[in-house]
């Protein structure tokens, strides 16, 4: 036999399904974004990660990946954008709507290049 055992509720057989222990290592931000992409839009995928005991590393792994990302690219797109402690001491609220304009821009990649592809 396959080494399954199984559970009758009514008249079916369920199969007594166990995962592995896994990490406590909390998922981020990008990794609950991608948990959920896989969910609504990719089912065939979510579910073979799933039955694998792949998913929670493979979110891990997209987290981890798009902070990395993140580091990366905020400070390339505020250097483009002109933000600077010069502009931060001369003209706060311009500073803050510049760098959270970056910010948006850094999050729109990063959902693009990982998230939903």
């Not at 959920?36 to 579910?47: A, F, N, P, S």
């Not at 902070?67 to 905020?74: A, K, T």
Request: with cysteine; charged share 25%; hydrophobic share 40%.
């Amino acid at each position: 036999m396959n080494g399954l055992t199984y559970t009758k509720v009514g008249d079916y057989y369920i199969p007594n399904l166990v995962l592995k222990e896994q990490p406590d290592t909390p998922i981020g931000r990008y990794g609950r974004m991608r948990l959920r992409y896989l969910k609504e839009h990719r089912k065939g995928l979510y579910t073979s990660l799933l039955l694998t005991e792949k998913l929670y590393p493979h979110l891990l792994e997209i987290d981890e990946a798009a902070n990395e990302r993140m580091d990366i690219l905020m400070p390339q797109l505020m250097k483009a954008a002109g933000v600077a402690e010069e502009l931060k001491a001369a003209d706060q609220m311009k500073w803050v709507g510049l760098a959270n304009n970056c910010k948006a821009q850094a999050e729109e990649i990063i959902c693009t290049e990982l998230i939903y592809n």
